[in-house]
């Protein structure tokens, strides 16, 4: 099977990579919509861990500089602060607390416009060699 990049899910939610210059750490934003929405009228949760989880996993591969590798989130735990809503243009900074060459430990966190904390996550990724 072909390597699809971005991967499918990152082109359904318009989550965008806007910065991976630091090796080990990737930005990312995207606009919440309602299509989103649960019924109280907040992003959620699920879409925005699926937000955490690409950004995170997309910072594990770039830790492994330039090894062709896939990764695989084995854990992930998500703390949500506050609440998302339809408009808000969402932040997720990932980055690799100890790269590894079999699991890696990552952490990041999602801020709304206004800066403010949104959620957290921390995960392990499972690294293997693509061949």
Not at 16 to 38: A, I, P, Q, Y
Not at 66 to 90: I, W, Y
Not at 106 to 127: D, G, P
């Amino acid at each position: 099977m072909a390597l699809q990049i971005p991967p499918n899910c990152d082109l359904t939610l318009g989550l965008v990579c806007v910065d991976k210059s630091t090796v080990g750490t990737t930005v990312w934003r995207m606009r919440v919509d309602e299509r989103f929405l649960n019924p109280a009228g907040i992003m959620q949760g699920g879409f925005l861990s699926a937000l955490l989880d690409s950004a995170m996993g997309a910072s594990a591969v770039s830790a492994t500089e330039g090894k062709k590798v896939s990764v695989a989130n084995t854990e992930m735990k998500v703390s949500f602060l506050r609440p998302a809503r339809v408009g808000d243009v969402l932040t997720c900074t990932a980055t690799v607390l100890k790269p590894g060459s079999v699991i890696s430990f990552v952490e990041a966190k999602i801020l709304n416009q206004e800066e403010k904390l949104v959620a957290t996550a921390s995960s392990s990724y499972l690294i293997r060699d693509r061949f």
